[in-house]
């Protein structure tokens, strides 16, 4: 067999597109709506490591699919860019002071030959990099556009606090309670941050995910993420020291104002505003401590339900409001300040949590929600008139107690708090009131109290929008004594990072802008005094927050993108990443896409119409019996499939997990590309199984890929002939070549516009098993196979092509079409079953008559010996497939 040189194919084709910018694309008019589509993959952030074989998986799928609509007609738009921006080229400046910029440029010259060397058909001259001045200029005025619609405002707010390295982390560098550097244990810190009101746009956010084309596994994400819910806000007056009512005011958010009656205390957190006001000097000590102790804890650690519940009491009381019980104020950390108020009435009764805490502190339980079925029991059963007993007996105080006493399971405390819906029970005049009922009805009463009103909440929080650190985009804002927080005028874009010597944090919890007194010190926009520079940066998510938009227009100096060019592309046809980035990518773009929709600039709610993630591409890796992991390096095969530890001789279990350099089994493509080529390594991660699934790489199925090519390579050589597909063909293999080409082509088609990739090429093998018996192959059948290829294997689809007599690339030539009729079997298998039970099969021409084939069927020998000594009482027969016989 011929062996196929990629080595000096790939490059040569990779050159081609190069200096032809095959890819490039433009915005056509003449070219409809309706073909014209917008591909996206999600970009990379260059590491120091470069790519993996799991990067170039999602990038393959979206090329062979860019490449399949080219061919059909179809103006493609598919860029890529970096998201370049982020801790790792801090950190690594802190450590050796090589500017982040330095190292950034480094990685993504290094990815972007490892991406052209995949063969991948970018148009390279959209490519965007969101680290470079003149695309953080359009992030920085998309921050002016959200801070002057009052979507940005400051806020005071803790953080990941390392008191080693005497700098904010952020949460991917907090490492089970410790940071990640240096080991330390992390504390919580208060400082001024910039916020994004993303909980503005809350209910859009959630309800316009039913437009879009996603999986239901990621919306279902989203939405729990936003967790919108309504119920009531409510005002508990905090009580003096006799008890009574003060003007001071703890508000509470709680989706069950209908439990009122059960509040037996209140629990705010740690961090809420009012502790030192309420705690007593009797308890401050406790408190102070337990407050220093809640700061080491993350939120995963303090609302974890297994936990065992912890808290102090602050000394201070609240007035219930609606039967003016006084209750004590405690603090637990299983209350966190991020969501609702960061305070809550606890009903112990009815809620898991504040159950396990009432009866660690010994606290009071009041049951205030009855079942159904509890109700029920009144009346023997009958839960009409146990309602009507309640009711009745609700007027009156002493026949209302005497019901409760002789009913101790309905109106008190089980062993455990009780599901929260039913009736009313306890709780006054609103007794004997379903619980929806009760809701709606307390939440108008509070209002018309003027103690509380009907609220919204979501889980969502506002966005922590800044960061301390020095590799981010600075943001456009001065601080004025005179003037108050003043933005940047837009003229006055972009502001640049300043040059720094060193990238150390300053230990206050400031960015190292904060040091950098010539750059921090500036003049007001609006007065022209003496002002500061703010000196917090963007998080990493801001560049990624628009970058499709800039790919369409990225060269534009007047504005973000063109109007016209925005209407040309969006929205996103088909947007492919991994699950991930399923909440907090998605929806930081879909809220900043969103305020640019209602801002005017762009013409879609929503950025992302269908978005595809695709699978993770694993490992293998080797474990003991204590399930943990060995290195590979570290690992023997002392026989076939059994594989020991070194060091130990423990017999390991080869199983599949995550790529990780400290496991040693991180597969480079590079590597993978120099033994096998690109093709290979291309169709091998689409032949592993379908797209969204994960599937563990086996170097054997890249050799068995390399094979196939090297096949098709070998029937690239036959001559070829002049044969008309269409016209009469006499001789046998040709006929079944034909029918096998036609087949090819319809499932190709088929697979690739679905993205059924693995499939697609699983046929592409038969046919060249079936061609590679012939002696000459049709010229039309070999061009149209070629032109398939081509999709999946671009290097060899080009080399093919020339060697056809071509001279243009194949990238723009027409998608091959087929005959329905030559996809048509010419004889089919029939399945012959007695009672529901299969016998046999036998194999007869397609469409053959009904009559014909019960005949045949009666007469198969294996079906007859289930009929002997019986009666035939039914025959049914489905055309071209089966015959069942009902015998008795």
């Not at 081609?16 to 915005?27: A, G, I, L, M, P």
Request: charged share 25%; aromatic share 10%; with cysteine.
């Amino acid at each position: 067999m011929a062996k196929y040189p990629f080595e000096t194919i790939e490059p040569k084709w990779q050159k081609y597109w190069e200096e032809h910018k095959t890819f490039k694309v433009t915005e056509d008019p003449s070219v409809p709506k309706e073909k014209r589509r917008y591909i996206l993959d999600m970009f990379p952030y260059p590491s120091g490591a470069g790519l993996h074989v799991g990067h170039p998986e999602g990038y393959t799928a979206t090329d062979i699919y860019c490449r399949y609509l080219r061919m059909n007609g179809y103006n493609v738009l598919h860029p890529m860019g970096y998201d370049a921006f982020g801790l790792p080229a801090e950190n690594y400046a802190i450590k050796t002071g090589t500017h982040p910029k330095t190292t950034t440029m480094a990685n993504i010259e290094h990815f972007t030959q490892q991406i052209k060397a995949l063969g991948f058909s970018y148009d390279w001259d959209r490519c965007v990099i969101t680290c470079e001045p003149d695309y953080y200029k359009w992030t920085q005025w998309i921050f002016l556009q959200l801070y002057k619609k009052g979507l940005a405002y400051e806020s005071k707010t803790p953080i990941n606090w390392c008191p080693s390295c005497k700098t904010g982390l952020a949460n991917e560098e907090v490492k089970e309670g410790k940071c990640e550097r240096c080991g330390s244990t992390v504390t919580h810190k208060t400082i001024r941050q910039w916020i994004l009101k993303i909980t503005a746009y809350g209910d859009e956010l959630l309800n316009d995910l039913d437009t879009l084309d996603w999986p239901e596994s990621v919306k279902l994400m989203q939405r729990n993420w936003i967790g919108r819910s309504t119920g009531g806000e409510v005002n508990f007056s905090i009580a003096d020291k006799d008890g009574k009512p003060t003007d001071e005011r703890l508000t509470v958010y709680t989706t069950r104002p209908d439990t009122l009656f059960g509040a037996t205390y209140m629990v705010i957190a740690p961090e809420h505003p009012m502790v030192a006001k309420l705690t007593t000097p009797a308890q401050k000590a406790g408190v102070d401590a337990y407050v220093e102790s809640a700061a080491k804890k993350s939120d995963l650690e303090r609302t974890d339900l297994a936990k065992v519940k912890t808290g102090i009491f602050t000394g201070s009381y609240a007035i219930d409001p609606v039967n003016g019980r006084k209750i004590p104020i405690w603090i637990s950390d299983y209350v966190l300040i991020s969501y609702g108020t960061g305070a809550i009435m606890a009903v112990p009764a009815h809620d898991e949590r504040d159950w396990d805490f009432a009866r660690k502190f010994d606290l009071p339980i009041i049951k205030v929600v009855a079942s159904k079925e509890e109700i029920a029991s009144l009346a023997g059963g009958d839960e009409k008139k146990g309602l009507e007993i309640l009711l009745e007996t609700a007027k009156d105080t002493a026949a209302y107690e005497k019901l409760a006493a002789a009913n101790p399971g309905v109106f008190a405390v089980a062993d455990s708090c009780t599901p929260a819906d039913g009736y009313t029970i306890n709780s006054g005049l609103f007794t004997g009131r379903p619980t929806k009922q009760t809701i709606k009805d307390i939440i108008l009463w509070l209002t018309e109290q003027g103690i509380g009103r009907e609220a919204v909440n979501y889980k969502l929080r506002d966005w922590v929008f800044s960061r301390q650190r020095y590799w981010g985009e600075p943001i456009p804002l001065v601080h004025c004594p005179t003037c108050g927080t003043v933005p940047l005028d837009e003229k006055d874009l972009p502001l640049e990072l300043p040059n720094v010597k060193t990238y150390q944090p300053t230990g206050t919890g400031e960015s190292p802008l904060a040091g950098i007194e010539d750059w921090v010190n500036c003049t007001c926009p609006k007065c022209g005094g003496y002002a500061k520079r703010e000196t917090n940066t963007m998080p990493q998510w801001a560049g990624s927050c628009w970058y499709y938009l800039r790919y369409i227009d990225s060269h534009n100096n007047t504005c973000f993108c063109d109007p016209e060019k925005e209407k040309y592309w969006m929205p996103v046809d088909l947007y492919v990443g991994g699950a991930e980035h399923a909440v907090l990518h998605l929806l930081y773009a879909r809220f900043w896409h969103k305020v640019l929709y209602d801002i005017g600039v762009v013409h879609t709610k929503e950025p992302f119409q269908r978005l595809i993630n695709q699978g993770m591409i694993t490992s293998f890796a080797y474990q003991r019996g204590n399930k943990t992991l060995v290195p590979v390096d570290e690992v023997e095969e002392k026989t076939p499939g059994v594989y020991i530890e070194k060091t130990t001789g423990e017999q390991l279990e080869q199983v599949v997990a995550k790529m990780s350099k400290s496991l040693k089994n991180v597969v480079n493509p590079d590597e993978e590309i120099k033994q096998y080529g690109a093709d290979s390594v291309r169709m091998y991660e689409m032949f592993m199984g379908p797209l969204t699934m994960s599937k563990p790489w086996n170097t054997q199925g890249i050799i068995g890929i390399n094979r196939f090519l090297e096949k098709v390579w070998g029937v690239s050589l036959k001559p070829l002939s002049d044969v008309n597909l269409e016209g009469k063909i006499t001789d046998k293999a040709l006929v079944s070549a034909r029918k096998t080409y036609a087949q090819t082509v319809k499932k190709v088609t088929d697979d690739t516009s679905s993205l059924s990739f693995n499939t697609a090429i699983s046929q592409m093998m038969i046919f060249i098993n079936e061609v590679s018996s012939l002696v000459s192959i049709p010229c039309e059948m070999w061009e149209g196979f070629v032109k398939m290829l081509a999709c999946y294997a671009p290097h060899m689809g080009e080399e093919l092509w020339q060697k056809i007599g071509h001279d243009n690339t194949i990238s723009y030539e027409p998608w091959p079409v087929f005959s329905e009729e030559f996809c048509k079997d010419d004889t089919k298998t029939i399945a012959v079953m007695v009672n529901g039970k299969l016998r046999c099969t036998f194999e007869t021409a397609a469409g053959t008559p009904d009559d014909v084939l019960e005949k045949t069927a009666l007469a198969q020998d294996d079906a007859k010996k289930f009929m002997d000594g019986k009666q035939i009482v039914k025959i049914v027969v489905v055309p071209d497939k089966l015959v069942n016989i009902v015998a008795k």
